[in-house]
Every structure is written in C-alpha cells, then in structure tokens.
C-alpha cells in the first residue's frame, strides 16, 4: 500500500525536510521516500511514494494536509456547475513530479525489483472533491449523487480520465504495475455502486489496459459486492480485511490474482501473532495467484519491527 | 433504530430541557422522546429511547457525550487488571431508568404498537470500553485482543451477561422485541470475529431467546461475514446497506426475517428518490419476513418530511 515508510523513524527524518507535499512534488525525495520499505524491510516491490489526492490538486483544488486530521480541499465541489472550475488535467505536466520519481526508482533499480504506480479511483477522488476532506458519512457525495446523477456522472467520466491519464504517464514511465484505489465505494449501496462507481472505473481499467500493463483494482470493503468489482475487469483483485480470501477464492475462482488482506491493526499485535496470522492468510488464499499484502494502509504508529517479521514471515512461509 | 426522533424539532426542544444522558436517565422523558417518531411519523414500532454505553455507565465507567464528537468514557479498560474495575451490574439497579421507561411505554400504548429494546453487543461495548471514545481503527481493543486474548474474551463474557441481563430485564418490562447491536464487529477479519465476537453474542442470544421473546442480531458490515452471523442463530439478521438484500436473501433463503437495509444517506435525496430505492429494497428483499428499516442510525441532521417519506413509500408499497 502507499506511502508504506510513513512508520518509520528515516521516514520522519525525511519529514523534517520536506512537508508530505513537498515530498510528494519533489522527484527525488519522493524516490526517496519510495526506496525506504524496500531498504529496510526487503519487500518485493517499490511503491511509487504520492498520493491519490494530487490528481486533484493538478486540477485546481488547493490541497493541504492537516497534520493528524487528513487532506483538506478548498472549494469543493457540490453542483454540475463547480464542475467547470476543475482545470484540464494533463498528467505529465500538472503532476509531472510522479512519472519523473517513477523514472528516478527504474534508473536506480535498474531491473532488480519492479515499481509500482497507483492512483485514486473516480468514485473516491469524486468524495474527497465534493466533501473537501475525510468524511464520516459522504453524506455531501451521496446527496450530490441522489439529487443530480446526470452531474455527478460528468464529475466521475471527468475523475476517470484524469485517473486513466496518471496511470498511464506512469506506465510510460516504467510502472509495471498499477493500482486503482476506491476507498469509498465499498461503502456504497450495491446497485449504486454498479450505476456510478463500477462503470467510471471500469472506463480506467479499460484504457490502462490498453497498454498492457497489468492493473489491480482495490475497493474497500468488496463483502457484498464481489462479483460486481470482479466484473470492473482488472487483473488483480484487492480484497480489504473484513471478509476471507477463502470466501473470496470460492467466489472467484483459482486462477485470479488476489491481493491482500491482513488486518492492519494486526502490526500492533506480538511477532508471534503476526507470524500466525500471516500464515492463516497465505492458507486461506491457498495455491492461487497471490499478492500478499494488508488489506488497507499501514497505519503510521506501527514498530517497524513488526512490519519487517510480517515481510520475513511472508518470504518464509508464502508459495514462490 | 435507536435515538430515531434525533432529527426533529420536538426533540430539540426536548433536549432543551434535558442533556442526551439525562434524556436517557429519565424514564418519563425518555418515554416521551421514544414516542416523538411514532406520533409524527407513524411507524409500526416503538423503540425505547437509550444509549448502548448506559450499560457501561452502570458498570462503573465515567460516561459523557462532547457534543458533535460523540461518547468519552473515562479511565478505558486497557488490561486484565482492568476489568476488575467493572462493578457488578445488576440491570434492575444500574440501568433501572431503561425498564422503567419501557413499562410507562406499555402503559400508555396499551397494546396498540409493540415496544422494542435493545443492548449493545458485547465486542462493541469492549471498543468503548477499551478506546474510551469512537475510534477509526479500533487498534487499541485488537491490540488487547491479540495480546492477551485470554483476558479480551473475558471482559467479551463480563460484557455478554451484561448485555443479556440488560436486554431480559427489558423483556420483563414489556419489550416485544429486542436488539442486539453489533456496530464495530464487522470491522474484524472473519476468524477473528469467529473467535471473539461470534461466541459472545452467540451467548447473549442464547440467554434471551430462553425467554421466549425474539432477537435481532445487527453486525454494521455483514457483507463477508454472512454465514458466520446467521450461526449467532438470532431470530431476525439485521442487514447494512452496503450488501444488496437479494444476495443476502440468496445466501440464508426465504424463510429468515432479515431487517434492513436503506442507506441512511438516501434520507438526505429528493422525495421521488427515496421512494423508488424503497421499492428497490423491498423488491430485492422479495417475499420472504421483513422489518424495513435503515441499514444504520438515522442521521441527525436528515429532513423530517423525507422520513415521513419513507414511512409512507413502505406502508404503501410494503407486503403486509
């Protein structure tokens, strides 16, 4: 998951440095920040160190991160009408400072590990434009959605274009594989779900597919809607923690590639609880296509000592 | 849902005269408070206004709501050692207010609607319990379940006497019906739900169904953890929204009551809007038992005409 060194004591010492936007618009530190995991704890992949809300702030939003409180957006949008304020997006010159970090990690890594790019999905950029931050409820999306769906459409073919664009300039520039994030849409009614969210991501895997490369759709919470996000067409399936990849395999079938699903808030528990666990999860996939990792982001208090016994516990006990 | 007047101007002005706890402290208020929906709107039930900390208040831990930031428990249980600082609960004594109201209640229908109770499940009450406060991640009370677990299940078995003590004394005063709410719960992965949660609720149902008085068993997240919640073997599953009723429908067949299951943020669409997702959920609930309800607490700051909407789109085109 992204931003996975933001737990570590080099992360903040890279902090000190630069704010978490800085960082995110600095080729350089942000190829730096994105070597952090990979250095320390031996993972198998490099994560492009961003952040979904960029994409936003390309479009003319002004972002802030408010330190322990999340993203702030000036200016929402909350009618078709703030539609016509988000600017054209063009992925190489507004967030420029993502594919140049990409190429800074392929040139350094020069084959030895694959990097990995992500962006947000139309749904959860959708919310975090209508709202303005994190939301409990998504009460404003929601609303927006209910009162004026041919609007809020437009505002979601708007965010998947700019999507399918990042994505792409990533790929472009050496991403192997990319990750669409859709944070929001599990909580979502189902046929709302497959009328706004699921078509408006589809519309990205679809373009990003194009390319060839392979893209992984991430929804949290997929309990309730499985068949419906496996019908987005990804190659790879993200699976949130609340619900068993042996469920998700029986649903699923063998041969899809899963991602996921550990609990976060088990890095907090003892080594030797994260070490079973681990292994409950690798069991519960069984042989198929698998991408271990947790089943949200890892959460910034963790000891890093658990992140590396959960890494050594994967490479130990997981099928190569 | 519990609290169900929270929206409307009568209880603001009730609450002008009482604080929410007080409300919940004064049988003869929290009466009126539980009649405020039923007069206004005309639903079928009456479901006595409380809070499900109260049973936490009664055990000894410090209760207070900040306004807009919602319950503080004071002094959290942390530890093994902590939970001896849990007093006996008698429910007669400590929460003897909440009996109290649902006999005047009684009085007053006099048959002409059925009153229903509710308690708070007990892993739900050990995250109160455990953070002191609503929490995102709810790290602190995994935390305690994967460090010590022998001491988490048994604050789990304090908390599921607790909650069927209080849920039977409610029976006794008259409660028709009851609920068991499991808001945090579906937050877990399923073996962890399996291992914690499941038994102890399981064990609350199983106590109150000796009474012969039916049970609801609501998880907010059933989606991914179906068939582990129907074997808690309540009488009525309650359902979140963010799983259709026809794939639950599918899964546990005709014959099981289900209650549920509209967004409660549809309450915030135009009135046309919120009658045909009605009838959305009505038709994918089929022809099987069915209680309509949200698929959580009503928000507080919905429009009193959209819920007298949605009263009057279910009894015109709700089965009977």
């Not at 031996?42 to 330190?67: K, P, R």
């Not at 959860?124 to 609007?151: I, N, Q, W």
């Not at 706004?196 to 949290?220: C, M, S």
């Not at 990849?245 to 649903?251: F, G, K, P, S, W």
Request: net charge negative; aromatic share 8%.
């Amino acid at each position: 998951m992204r931003q996975a060194g933001r737990y570590m004591p080099e992360y903040r010492a890279l902090r000190t440095r630069y704010s978490f936007l800085e960082l995110c618009h600095t080729p350089e530190a942000a190829a730096e920040a994105s070597m952090l995991p990979v250095t320390l704890l031996g993972i198998d992949g490099v994560i492009v160190f961003s952040d979904i809300l960029v994409t936003l702030e390309a479009m003319g939003m002004d972002l802030s991160f408010d330190e322990g409180k999340g993203p702030i957006l000036g200016d929402p949008i909350r009618s078709r009408a703030d539609i016509g304020r988000l600017r054209h997006y063009d992925a190489n010159v507004g967030t420029g400072y993502l594919p140049a970090a990409i190429r800074l990690l392929v040139q350094r890594l020069d084959g030895s590990l694959p990097v990995l790019g992500f962006a947000g999905a139309p749904y959860t950029l959708a919310c975090y434009a209508v709202e303005g931050k994190t939301a409990r409820h998504y009460a404003k999306t929601k609303s927006f959605m209910h009162t004026d769906p041919v609007g809020f459409r437009e505002l979601l073919h708007r965010l998947a274009d700019a999507a399918a664009d990042l994505l792409i300039a990533q790929i472009e520039a050496g991403a192997e594989l990319v990750q669409l994030f859709d944070t929001w849409a599990g909580d979502l009614m189902p046929d709302e779900f497959r009328a706004f969210a699921l078509p408006a991501a589809a519309h990205v895997i679809e373009r990003v597919q194009k390319t060839g490369t392979p893209i992984v759709y991430f929804v949290n919470g997929v309990g309730g809607k499985l068949h419906d996000i496996q019908s987005a067409g990804a190659d790879v399936l993200g699976v949130d923690w609340r619900i068993g990849l042996d469920a998700v395999r029986a649903e699923v079938g063998p041969g899809m590639p899963l991602q996921g699903n550990l609990d976060p808030c088990t890095l907090y528990a003892p080594v030797e609880v994260i070490e079973s666990r681990v292994r409950d999860v690798l069991a519960q996939n069984g042989t198929g296509p698998h991408i271990f990792n947790l089943g949200h982001g890892i959460l910034p208090d963790v000891p890093v000592a658990n992140a590396k016994a959960l890494v050594n516990a994967v490479k130990t006990w997981g099928l190569r």
